[in-house]
């Protein structure tokens, strides 16, 4: 398995479509395009089937996925190169370290599909809804740019709904599950973290959101009330 991730890495350094902790990219992407299309991120993106479903569906549109695994990668990688998706790219960095590689008003929606839910309280500040991350995106999302979220995980879920509310942002569409009813194409799209149903919650919850002006700094009274529900249960 060591050898198999070792060669996966040298193999993902010749892909065109991949950039590994890239330098001097800000507001490059759509040069590296070759178009003026939006730009949309999926974030920890994993093996980047939103990715590749999404670029498929909207071919006027440019996706990057982003992770820090390449070996994931790896997968969507390939498949964007063997079936030509071209407007499918991938970038490995760290989350945390995106404001490094786009400029103010770059992108124009981010996914977040299946994001490891940080169920202990203490390591709250690791949600990539949390305030801490919401920040991070304003600075390259366009003001009008949306963020989507599907997750297994209700506590999750529950979560983000509660930050959108806090923090006075607005809400464009919500789905406590997914496939019960009438719902966009794009949540169709599954990934291999959704077909494992690792949450065992059953169904798939989803949220769009808008970051509405200066987003308060009120994260110590989120970190209290987390606390007290960790308390009451």
Request: aromatic share 10%.
């Amino acid at each position: 398995m060591a050898q198999k991730k070792l060669l996966r890495f040298a193999q993902i350094k010749t892909f065109a479509n991949v950039k590994e902790y890239p330098s001097n990219m800000q507001g490059q992407w759509r040069s590296f395009f070759q178009n003026e299309n939006p730009v949309v991120l999926e974030l920890a993106c994993g093996r980047g089937e939103y990715t590749l479903g999404l670029a498929a569906m909207h071919p006027s549109q440019n996706f990057i996925g982003v992770d820090v695994k390449g070996n994931r990668m790896y997968i969507g990688a390939k498949y964007a190169l063997e079936k030509q998706l071209n407007n499918a790219a991938f970038l490995r960095t760290q989350i945390e370290m995106l404001t490094d590689y786009f400029t103010t008003n770059e992108v124009d929606e981010i996914w977040i599909t299946f994001p490891d839910p940080q169920l202990r309280t203490s390591t709250a500040k690791r949600r990539l809804t949390h305030p801490r991350f919401l920040r991070l995106y304003q600075k390259l999302l366009k003001p009008d740019g949306s963020i989507h979220l599907k997750t297994d995980s209700p506590q999750l879920y529950k979560f983000t709904k509660r930050v959108i509310e806090l923090y006075g942002l607005s809400l464009v569409d919500e789905s406590e599950d997914v496939y019960s009813n009438t719902h966009k194409t794009e949540l169709d799209i599954k990934t291999h973290y959704e077909n494992l149903d690792i949450a065992q919650s059953k169904r798939i919850h989803y949220l769009q959101f808008k970051l509405t002006g200066n987003i308060p700094d009120i994260d110590e009274q989120l970190q209290e009330e987390l606390k007290q529900t960790e308390l009451d249960n």
